[in-house]
């Protein structure tokens, strides 16, 4: 059972930068970032792939965010620059095993879960 571990979360103005981490207990395909603002569904932010280390972003946070992985440490992180107030969210790792299926931005086929990480953005 593969256990995911986010910190880095916390208040900042809007404009502002932060930097979350996930460590993982282990190595898997697929790792991604989903967030989920009150009221709102869960949605993917951005996924990497271990192998080749390849991204993919949703739009809203294409040129701001940065998503990047340390194989060694099995830990994921999200560079996030140009902080908005709509980027406040609850911030969730999560780790899909290799399905033979792509990995996207959408949470079926993410089996493991941390729990959150909440960034707050203030105007």
């Known amino acids: 059972q593969m256990q995911l571990a986010e910190s880095g979360g916390g208040s900042v103005q809007a404009g502002g930068s932060l930097r979350l981490s996930c460590a993982a207990s282990?190595?898997?395909?697929?790792m991604a970032w989903f967030r989920q603002a009150p009221g709102k569904e869960r949605e993917g932010v951005a996924r990497i792939l271990r192998g080749n280390g390849v991204p993919l972003y949703d739009d809203s946070v294409k040129g701001r965010f940065t998503i990047s992985q340390d194989s060694s440490k099995n830990t994921v992180y999200l560079q996030m620059g140009s902080l908005k107030p709509e980027d406040t969210a609850m911030y969730y790792c999560a780790a899909k095993p290799y399905d033979g299926r792509s990995c996207g931005l959408v949470p079926d086929g993410f089996g493991y879960w941390g729990q959150g990480t909440q960034v707050i953005v203030s105007s």
């Open positions: 282990g190595s898997t395909y697929c």
